[in-house]
């Protein structure tokens, strides 16, 4: 998808359910961080402003991971990174602004 970029991180070992978003010290984005104890996958999706899908990432079933989204291609604006994993969800509002990623 145009102006986000995927990578993954590394795999870590199953633990209990948690999902962590956070944002990255030295870049324009998002990580996130699920820790899972049960099968089940992961989906990630980050919105627009006027709730346009721009990234839908189905992870892996019955692992955590760490990802990292960079979105300093994106426009100035407001965003959303919805994280859904064994029935538990996070969401977090982002601004992008100027070379830089905050939570709202």
């Known amino acids: 998808m ?5 990578k993954t991180i590394n795999s870590i070992p ?4 948690v999902i962590n978003i956070s944002s990255l010290p030295s870049n324009v984005g998002v990580g996130v961080n699920i820790e899972k104890n049960t099968a089940g996958k992961a989906v990630i999706m980050i919105f627009d402003e006027y709730g346009n899908v721009l990234l839908k990432q189905v992870l892996p079933t019955g692992k955590g991971v760490e990802k990292d989204y960079i979105l300093n ?11 859904t994993s ?5 969401e977090k509002d982002i601004r992008v602004f100027d070379g830089q990623c905050t939570f709202r």
Not at 86 to 90: D, G, L, Y
């Open 2 to 6: 145009p102006g986000v970029q995927a």
């Open 14 to 17: 199953p633990a209990k359910n």
């Open 73 to 83: 291609k994106l426009d100035n604006g407001e965003y959303t990174i919805h994280v």
């Open 86 to 90: 064994n029935k538990k969800e996070m």
